[in-house]
C-alpha cells in the first residue's frame, strides 16, 4: 500500500470518501501502519486516519503521549457513549485551524489492533477525543462539519512552537 509522503489536505476530495472495512490485517498493512505512525509523529499530530494518507480503509493510527505509545485501530466501532462535552480540536488536514466540538465525553470502541487482535477499550479525555475524531474521518466527515463555526480560530501549527497547546488529529 503506497501512503502519500505528507497528510493530505483539506480540498482533496479523499477525505471525503467513506472507507471500506478492513477484511485481514496482512504484512503489507502492518507495515503501512509503521509508515504512517512516523508520518504522525513528524507532523506531531495525536493521531491520523488512513484517507489522510490517501487510503480509503477503516483504520487510525493514534499516540496521544500516554505510556501506551503508538497504536492502531481498524474497523473500530464506537459501541457506547458516555457524557458530552466541548473541546477544542485541530487536524492534520487542516493545519493551524482550531475550534470547539461537542463530543462524547468518554466512548467504549471495538475494533482490531495493529497485530489484529481484538480490542475493546473505554477511552477517556484526549484519546476520547481522538478516536471520535479518527473514526469520522473514516466517513469522510470532518471536525469543521461539528465545530461550533464561532469558535474556528487560526493558531500555531504545532511543531514550530513547543508551546503550542491545540492538538491536531
Ligand atoms: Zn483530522
New binding site residues.
Given amino acids: 500500500m503506497e501512503i502519500t509522503k505528507e497528510v493530505v489536505k483539506y480540498g482533496n476530495e479523499v477525505l471525503r470518501e467513506k472507507c471500506e472495512p478492513v477484511e485481514e490485517v496482512t504484512d503489507e498493512l502492518k507495515q503501512t501502519i509503521a509508515e504512517m505512525i512516523d508520518l504522525m509523529h513528524e507532523s506531531n499530530g495525536v ?1 491520523l ?1 488512513a484517507p ?1 494518507v490517501g487510503l480509503t480503509l477503516r483504520f487510525f493510527v493514534y499516540d496521544v503521549g500516554d505510556d501506551k505509545g503508538a497504536h492502531a485501530l481498524i474497523n473500530p466501532k464506537i459501541v457506547n457513549k458516555i457524557g458530552v462535552r466541548w473541546d477544542s480540536e485541530g ?3 487542516m493545519p493551524g485551524l482550531y475550534g470547539d466540538v461537542l463530543r462524547a465525553d468518554k466512548v467504549v470502541v471495538t475494533g482490531l489492533d495493529e497485530n489484529g487482535n481484538k480490542v475493546r477499550m473505554k477511552a477517556s479525555g484526549l484519546l476520547s477525543t481522538c478516536i471520535q ?1 479518527e473514526t469520522d ?1 473514516l466517513d469522510g466527515v ?2 469543521i462539519d461539528k465545530a461550533d463555526p464561532e469558535t474556528l480560530h487560526t493558531g500555531k501549527v504545532p511543531g514550530r512552537d513547543n508551546d503550542s497547546e491545540d492538538e491536531e ?1
Fill in positions: 493521531g486516519a489522510q487536524c492534520l488536514s475524531h474521518h470532518l471536525f488529529e
